[in-house]
């Protein structure tokens, strides 16, 4: 019986989670196409390369973060704590699904290796993730003070992501919360 074609949503997804586990320099396209219940061959007709590929996945995570993690709703109808609380709910789901770990991150450490095409998607990313943070915190801070949180505060999210994958504990993204609720709460 021949394997269920998988859509192109979910061939992403699933190539997200193995460059999510093994980095870019550990992940071969024998290892995605496996994962991808595909031969090594018929993977190639999917993506002519891996660095095709991760562009493809990275591109697929931007979108799918800019409709569900960095875009706030009016202030006028929801205060700016509440919509944190939201960011930071979803932020957790996302960050802990299947692996636990940021994707984006993970990527960036390998810089060195790969092309300015993948570092401008990921500062892309992280941009985008600082001016939701900045547009949070505009609401109760001036203009300088708000753009230098926004991005203190994706450098701090990074960083508790990565020690939440080493020791699988939630209290450095709990921190970052609390922090940043304090700040809102002024």
Not at 129 to 156: C, G, P, R
Request: proline share 2%; glycine share 4%.
């Amino acid at each position: 019986m021949r394997p269920q074609k998988l859509s192109s949503e979910q061939m992403l997804n699933i190539c997200a989670l193995q460059f999510k586990a093994h980095g870019y320099a550990g992940t071969s396209m024998e290892m995605l196409a496996k994962a991808c219940g595909l031969s090594k061959a018929s993977f190639y007709y999917y993506a002519p390369n891996k660095e095709a590929l991760l562009l493809k996945v990275l591109e697929h995570t931007h979108q799918y973060l800019n409709q569900q993690l960095f875009t706030l709703d009016n202030f006028n109808e929801v205060d700016p704590i509440t919509q944190f609380e939201n960011m930071h709910r979803k932020a957790i789901q996302f960050f802990s699904y299947e692996i636990k770990g940021c994707l984006v991150g993970i990527i960036s450490l390998e810089a060195s290796s790969i092309s300015e095409q993948i570092l401008q998607k990921i500062r892309d990313i992280f941009q985008d993730w600082q001016t939701a943070f900045y547009q949070l915190f505009k609401q109760k801070l001036n203009e300088n003070t708000a753009q230098n949180l926004a991005k203190i505060s994706v450098a701090d999210y990074e960083g508790a992501i990565l020690m939440y994958r080493l020791n699988n504990d939630l209290f450095y993204l709990d921190q970052i919360k609390s922090r940043i609720l304090q700040t809102l709460d002024q």
